[in-house]
């Protein structure tokens, strides 16, 4: 049973920076789908970010702004220039065999 454990979530001033961690409880490799969603408030729950293949793809609110990368089993999301629309609840997200799952999520909170 896959099991994914987010990190790196807070508060930041608008501008700031975090980088949020998905440690994944099996091995994943460049063929896994990897993801990461959040719920905003006042929005449904939207993706954010992917990367499968080697390939990234990004929502048009977040481009420019956010990095999703891979190493090992850890997925990672860095997000620069937060604005406080940014925020709400990160889930890390992953298929694997054929099977999603996705983790409890982690808070990140922008103020000014």
């Known amino acids: 049973q896959v099991h994914l454990v987010e990190s790196g979530g807070g508060s930041v001033e608008t501008g700031g920076s975090l980088e949020l961690a998905c440690a994944i409880s099996?091995?994943?490799?460049?063929?896994?789908?990897l993801a990461w969603d959040r719920q905003t408030p006042g929005k449904q729950r939207e993706w954010v970010a992917e990367?499968?293949?080697?390939n990234t793809k990004y929502a048009d609110s977040v481009k420019g702004r956010f990095t999703i990368s891979r190493s090992g089993s850890v997925v990672y999301l860095s997000m620069t220039n937060l604005q406080p629309e940014d925020t709400g609840v990160y889930y890390c997200?992953?298929?694997?065999?054929?099977?999603?799952?996705w983790g409890q999520g982690t808070q990140v909170t922008v103020s000014s």
């Open positions: 997200h992953i298929v694997r065999l054929g099977v999603p799952s």
């Open positions: 099996g091995t994943i490799d460049w063929r896994t789908y």
């Open positions: 990367l499968t293949y080697g």
